[in-house]
């Protein structure tokens, strides 16, 4: 919402001809609020990124890198509709006169180029628009340093 100076609100209350007394105690009022804001200075927010864990305690993943997408579905939806509603924004953005000219023929580059309304019909919210990587863990604390140890050196 835009802000207005106080000075601007007093001029335009005056126009319209508010009783003097009113007027200086909102005036007064729209001060205090503002210098309580002005103590409330928040430090910048700290820029985060988002890292796919997958759990693998029996070792089945293979040992290379892998990429992926972080979304969001409905709690009460089962995740294995998550490609079909993926698959559908894209053919609702496909249909359109922008997804004509610049159809999206893969789900990277429909995460990465459809509008978020295509997939908020499909009940899809997407998190991160460019890949991420996925890291592997067993899902288990290491107790003694040497099994830490010999976790580290099998690399």
């Given at each position: 919402m835009p802000k207005i100076d106080v000075?601007?609100?007093?001029?335009?209350?005056?126009?319209?001809?508010?009783?003097?007394?009113?007027?200086?105690q909102i005036v007064a009022e729209m001060q205090a609020v503002l210098e309580a804001e002005a103590g409330e200075e928040k430090p910048p927010p700290i820029k985060k990124q988002f890292?796919?864990?997958?759990?693998?305690?029996?070792?089945?993943l293979p040992?290379?890198?892998y990429a992926g997408w972080v979304v969001q579905i409905p709690e009460d939806e089962s995740v294995a509709t998550t490609q079909e509603r993926i698959h559908r924004a894209a053919y609702e953005f496909n249909a359109t006169k922008r997804g004509r000219l610049l159809p999206a023929t893969t789900?990277?580059?429909?995460?990465?180029?459809v509008a978020a309304k295509h997939f908020k019909e499909a009940?899809?919210?997407v998190k991160t628009k460019t890949p991420v990587l996925m890291l592997r863990t067993n899902n288990k604390i290491p107790t003694e340093t040497t099994?830490?140890?010999a976790r580290w050196n099998r690399a």
């Open positions: 000075n601007q609100v007093a001029d335009i209350l005056k126009r319209n001809e508010v009783d003097p007394a009113v007027l200086k890292c796919i864990l997958i759990s693998d305690p029996e070792g089945t040992e290379e890198d789900v990277g580059e429909a995460l990465e180029n009940g899809v919210w099994e830490k140890d």
